[in-house]
């Protein structure tokens, strides 16, 4: 019973200690991704007894200086509303990973460790209802902040993510026909079969047109370029107009977890969660014609590692995709998400039915 | 008038492939850059710039001959300012950032000298008013320099000593005058 809750813990720590560094990096990878596409060399300036190292002290000055910031409620807002939504914001972005399966089960001294926070049976559910949940912290963020233009801005963003929320959702039933389960462990689990006896069974292989659907739309649910229409600091305001210091720090990190955790749902959906390709339990194989045995030790290293590895890609490609397109504008984005992801996202459903339904005739 | 819409194509319509094409270019411009970057890092290919940043203040870009630079006083022979505080400079400043107090020379030649001489180069606008008004050629903006950085504005106030310290740029066109030439006395009124 207490080794349960010792070794509970202990993923805990290493999922969210992970996480949380990750977004910390990100606000740098941000800077120096930017600036390296753009033939830049950004911030590079931060230095600790004239040691730079490319700029990595800048997510520290970053935090330095926004904690000693003042932190300003507004006189005529909801100091409870106010100060509730930054945290909403952090908490909904980071539950998600209680859910992510981040390794196969691990065999260590006789007990059966799974690799996930929690297994939960309703897992990918679990993962949109508090992708949703995330609209509260930008409607209480605006409505708190007694600022007719957070306001606006936070009715705006919370359109564009209930909008953008059934696509999403209709996506990842393409998902759950394809390997059955909603349950995450399941999902990434079922990834690790064969099609054709050599291209691995991936959601990417299963749902092609499933996962840009679902990548889009989980793009506009972080509220970053191209559909940062709830924040576009540069002219219409947004939500946290009212927000500084911590407050303001917290919004940004949860949009950086964000990131992560959609890389992350990303990985587990449809590229394969921890699964290597050719690598599983027994070691390492060419399919039909040799095995080579790795212990088990080292084959779940391989897998966690290549599972933060296919986190840090996608969040590198999200940073990429923010870098290299425009905003939309406001039509645009409604038109996007109701006129051609939602119809692309039925017709995914049907077609996927149809498909498995011949496939299994 | 005449509308001058763009009609999308289908393929425009769908984003994905204006979206990919995008990419395509920022991923090119991101390898590319990056690879120089790590072969800078290992010592390799180091004249292959990765990124057009200038560096500033550590590096600088060369400035045109005619550019007008940070203020330098010009000197006599003997090192001392030109300057006859005949506050010419300090009237025509369209902002008002020169500050002359004025002191009798002991030469009767020269009448007057600036005591203290002072240019807040953070008002300064760099129009070059103060260096055409002077009548004796004691005030130059060729030193072909921006103004550094300062913690305080008191740092940025430049003062008669920080201001005749100044050389000016080789080759410089606004140099008439280097320093420590031109006549040892100079009368403004030509006497
Ligand atoms: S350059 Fe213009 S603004 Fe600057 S000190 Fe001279 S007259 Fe004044
Ligand atoms: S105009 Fe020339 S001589 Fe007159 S006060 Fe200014 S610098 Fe001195």
Not at chain 2, 120 to 129: A, F, I, K
């Amino acid at each position: 019973m207490f080794i349960d809750v010792a070794i509970t813990l202990l993923k805990i720590a290493f999922v969210f200690g992970l996480v949380l560094n990750i977004a910390g990096i990100l606000g740098w990878a941000e800077r120096k991704q930017s600036a390296v596409m753009q033939d830049r060399i950004g911030a590079n300036r931060a230095d600790i007894l004239g040691l730079r190292l490319f700029g990595l002290f800048h997510p520290i000055a970053d935090i330095v200086k926004v904690i000693t910031k003042e932190d300003w409620i507004p006189p005529g807002g909801d100091k409870f509303l106010h100060t509730l939504a930054p945290f909403l914001a952090l908490f909904t972005a980071l539950a998600v990973f209680a859910v992510i399966p981040f390794g196969d089960t691990l065999h260590i001294a006789g007990r059966d460790i799974p690799l996930v926070i929690a297994d939960l049976n309703v897992g990918i559910l679990f993962v949109i209802a508090f992708g949703s949940l995330g609209i509260y912290s930008v409607v209480l963020a605006g409505w708190s902040s007694d600022n007719k233009y957070s306001l606006l801005g936070s009715m705006r963003a919370a359109a564009q993510v209930i909008s953008y929320e059934l696509a999403l959702a209709l996506s990842v039933v393409g998902v759950i026909m394809a390997y059955g389960s909603v349950e995450l462990d399941d999902i990434a689990r079922a990834q690790g079969q064969y099609v054709l006896g050599i291209i691995p069974y991936w959601g990417v292989i299963a749902q092609p047109l499933g996962f840009l659907i679902f990548f889009a739309a989980a793009m506009a649910e972080t509220k970053r370029t191209p559909f940062d229409l709830p924040e576009c600091e540069s002219e219409i305001i947004g939500y946290f107009t009212e927000y500084s210091g911590f407050k303001f720090l917290a919004f940004w990190m949860g949009e950086f977890i964000e990131v992560i955790a959609v890389a992350g749902v990303v990985t587990t959906l449809y590229f394969g969660g921890w699964q290597v390709p050719f690598i599983d339990s027994q070691g390492f194989f060419v399919p039909g014609l040799f095995t080579i045995p790795l212990p088990h030790l080292l084959v779940v290293v391989i897998q966690v590692t290549a599972f933060i590895l296919k986190v840090c890609f996608f969040c590198w490609f999200m940073l990429l995709v923010r870098w290299t397109l425009p905003r939309f504008r406001y039509d645009q984005l409604m038109g996007f998400g109701w006129k051609f992801l939602l119809p692309l996202a039925f017709l995914n459903v049907i077609l996927s039915g149809v498909i498995f339904m011949s496939f299994e005739g | 008038m005449k509308i001058v819409g763009h009609k999308l194509s289908f393929l425009e319509n769908i984003y994905l492939f204006e979206i990919v094409r995008g990419l395509v270019i920022t991923t090119r411009h991101f390898f590319y850059n990056m690879f120089f970057h790590i072969a800078h890092l290992l010592g390799y290919q180091q004249d292959v710039e990765a990124a057009v940043t200038i560096q500033y203040p550590e590096q600088t870009i060369p400035v045109s001959k005619r550019w007008r630079g940070v203020h330098r006083i010009n000197t006599r022979p003997d090192g001392s300012p030109r300057c006859v505080a005949c506050m010419l400079c300090e009237t025509v400043c369209p902002v008002q950032c020169i500050h002359i107090v004025a002191e009798e020379h002991p030469d009767p030649a020269i009448e007057k000298y600036p005591v203290s001489f002072e240019v807040d180069v953070t008002r300064c606008c760099w129009c070059g008013m103060c260096e055409e008004a002077c009548p004796v050629d004691a005030i130059y903006m060729d030193s072909g320099k921006i103004p550094k950085a300062g913690y305080s504005r008191q740092d940025l106030v430049y003062d008669k000593e920080t201001l005749t310290k100044e050389v000016p740029l080789p080759g410089y066109q606004r140099s008439l005058n280097p320093p420590g030439a031109g006549a040892p006395k100079v009368n403004p009124m030509g006497l």
